[in-house]
């Protein structure tokens, strides 16, 4: 009977040290403070998530301004050109055509070239009575005075279209270098060819208003020279 006291004792003692020994338990891979569940896989994740999706709308916010900087330019290169130099340019020729258009006695055709050289400058008018190759003489220094006139005054034109062809240049100068598209400095650039357009048909009629000046006087003396020899063979004959 005596060891059943001491067993028990054994027994107690073991107790309470098991009592003051903690469990070890494996801790959760989650932590709880004041009731809100807190997961650091779960955190993780979720900031990657806005961290791609922010990126997301960063490549959308930059593809918007691409595509709202290739429309500006698509603008400007359809703006067109708030410079025009045409209608100076219409008249600037318009005056020149005139100029040859009052040409006296002998105009630009061919037909009336070949009507006044057939009356007054070959053939019979200048085997006429004395009365008729007097007259075509006379018209023929006509010819010769109003050919000269008229390259006078063409050329005179075309020195006075000289100051309109600076200004409009320099117009067109400004506007080339201040175009802010495509299409304005194309109009620009067939501005400038048509303002050279008009200087080559300012040149082209001085050039024929001379040649038919000098046409005109080496004609008229051919023509006194075939007229003198008539003269003198009816002057000899008689």
């Avoid at 055509?97 to 009336?112: C, K, R, T």
């Avoid at 005075?145 to 062809?165: H, K, P, R, S």
């Avoid at 400095?185 to 048909?201: P, R």
């Amino acid at each position: 009977m005596t060891g059943f006291p001491l067993r028990r004792a054994i027994l107690a003692g073991a107790l309470a040290s098991a009592a003051v020994v903690p469990i070890a338990l494996p801790m959760p891979a989650y932590a709880q403070f004041g009731g809100i569940v807190y997961d650091p896989t779960n955190y993780a994740q979720n900031v990657l998530t806005a961290a791609r999706s922010l990126q997301q709308i960063n490549n959308q916010i930059q593809q918007i301004q691409q595509g709202a900087t290739s429309l500006i330019n698509e603008a400007r290169n359809l703006t067109l050109l708030p410079f025009s130099s045409l209608q100076q340019l219409q008249q600037q020729v318009q005056h020149t055509q005139q100029l040859l258009n009052e040409a006296q006695s002998i105009a630009y055709d061919v037909q009336d070239i070949q009507q006044a050289f057939d009356g007054r400058y070959k053939g019979a008018a200048l085997t006429g009575d004395h009365a008729q190759m007097v007259a075509n003489a006379n018209a023929r220094w006509e010819d010769s005075v109003g050919a000269f006139q008229d390259a006078l005054q063409v050329q005179a034109g075309v020195v006075g279209n000289i100051e309109g062809t600076r200004t409009t240049m320099d117009g067109l100068v400004s506007a080339s270098q201040s175009a802010t598209g495509a299409l304005q400095a194309a109009q620009a650039g067939n501005q400038l060819l048509a303002l050279q357009s008009q200087q080559l048909a300012d040149l082209t009629a001085a050039v024929a208003a001379q040649g038919r000046a000098q046409a005109l006087q080496s004609a008229r003396q051919a023509a006194e020279e075939v007229e003198g020899r008539e003269r003198f063979r009816r002057f000899m004959g008689n």
